[in-house]
């Protein structure tokens, strides 16, 4: 069966790639189904070399599992000449069409039995339509030798030139559903579902892209796998992001998820899950790799995905908590929690007492894991000197070292401070 319409676009080598996805974006959203649509692109650099060959490329790969899509080179004939559909429309490739458009051209040109339908451009008069002008939609043969008969279209814009931006409905669009990022093993594991509208059956190439700086700073691609429906999961290990061995710089790095699909590619900011998991800083690395923390976060108000790298916004062990028991003839002890996800067994956990710079370690301790990386971490209150000290959980993991400040355990912001009385006369003391 023959299509109604033949779309021919003309591509000259080296025409921009954004102004050909723009063009040939606006043909797969149009209304006019699209079983009743061909599309011929007309390749007039055809064997050309340089920006020519990229532009035949990406004909090539926008054209295939389309069917309605068809390239061909150009040899000097009439650009009709490759076209079967009833009407005809020749397209600049710089210029797109509104998602209604071939719909309200074919609907006028049938109900009027016009042989040729002017559409109104974008930027023109509100009821002026040039006989000569870009979107004209022509029978391919008349119907007898009488006079041509011809009607347009100039209540919509059908048509939009360079510089004018058709309504989003002409645009293909990226389409995402994130699922909550989950840790496993010191490595971040993005995953979710995410498309290129009116792009399918083709398959689809997904990338995740951070950055941190802004503009002209420091951006890293991470492929993903692709399944069925759309899915995608994406592996971030920040210990070694930036190279082998090589960790994430401290700071804010934004996600952003890039799909390519039939020659199409769209780039968005990464949507957090609804509800957002709460951000708790997850310990990466170890070993032969730098220690890295970080903790994953919705970005306010735009709820897009961010990593915190270092923790700068959201504090390692926040929910750091310490009690000081105190039992007649027996030495107060102190009690600490707190939750460590992803600290390994070769993590060394310390009670500090410090006042003025100066640090003195709690002997006697006992460390108890507990499921979902809670720790409980208990000393006697061993020798110190009289008068007030704050309390700290020392986390070291080879040269990472972090001193958390331990808030009361009844509520309140840490540190909790102590008061050593005068008359205590511990000696020993072990100064870091």
């Not at 004909?59 to 068809?70: E, I, K, T």
């Amino acid at each position: 069966m023959a299509p109604r319409v033949s779309v021919i676009v003309p591509v000259r080598g080296g025409t921009a790639h954004h102004h050909l996805d723009r063009c040939f974006g606006s043909l797969l959203t149009q209304t006019l189904g699209q079983e009743q649509l061909e599309v011929v692109a007309v390749d007039t650099a055809a064997g050309d070399g340089g920006p020519a060959a990229r532009t035949s490329v990406w004909l090539g790969d926008f054209a295939r599992h389309r069917p309605q899509v068809r390239v061909v080179p150009h040899g000097g004939e009439e650009l009709t000449a490759h076209a079967a559909g009833d009407y005809l429309l020749v397209l600049d490739p710089t210029h797109h069409l509104a998602p209604e458009a071939l719909e309200r051209l074919l609907r006028t040109a049938e109900k009027e039995d016009a042989d040729t339908v002017h559409g109104r451009s974008a930027g023109s008069d509100a009821t002026a339509v040039a006989d000569d002008g870009p979107c004209s939609l022509r029978r391919r043969t008349p119907l007898d030798d009488g006079p041509r008969t011809a009607s347009a279209v100039t209540d919509y814009d059908c048509h939009y030139p360079e510089g004018h931006d058709a309504p989003p409905a002409s645009r293909v669009v990226l389409r995402q559903s994130p699922a909550a990022p989950v840790w496993d093993d010191g490595a971040l594991l993005l995953s979710g579902t995410a498309s290129l509208s009116h792009t399918a059956p083709a398959p689809q190439e997904v990338q995740l892209l951070l950055r941190t700086g802004g503009e002209g700073g420091t951006e890293i691609t991470v492929p993903a796998e692709t399944g069925p429906d759309g899915g995608y999961r994406a592996t971030i290990d920040p210990a070694r992001a930036a190279g082998p061995r090589l960790p994430l710089a401290d700071g804010i790095w934004t996600v952003r998820i890039r799909v390519t699909a039939g020659g199409l590619t769209r780039t968005a900011w990464l949507c957090a899950p609804d509800p957002m998991p709460a951000p708790v800083p997850y310990l990466t690395g170890g070993g032969s790799v730098p220690v890295v923390p970080v903790a994953v976060h919705a970005s306010l108000p735009h709820h897009h995905l961010n990593l915190d790298v270092g923790t700068r916004r959201h504090p390692l062990g926040a929910d750091a908590r310490a009690v000081v028991t105190r039992r007649p003839l027996c030495t107060p002890h102190v009690t600490a929690a707190v939750t460590l996800p992803g600290c390994t067994g070769l993590a060394e956990l310390g009670l500090l007492l410090v006042r003025d710079g100066e640090r003195t370690v709690l002997e006697g301790l006992s460390v108890t894991r507990h499921p979902g990386d809670r720790f409980t971490v208990s000393a006697p209150l061993g020798p110190a000197g009289s008068g007030e000290w704050e309390l700290f959980l020392r986390v070291a993991v080879g040269p990472f070292v972090r001193e958390l400040p331990l808030a009361p355990a009844e509520g309140g912001t840490g540190p909790l401070t102590l008061t050593v009385p005068a008359h205590w006369s511990w000696t020993r003391r072990l100064t870091l």
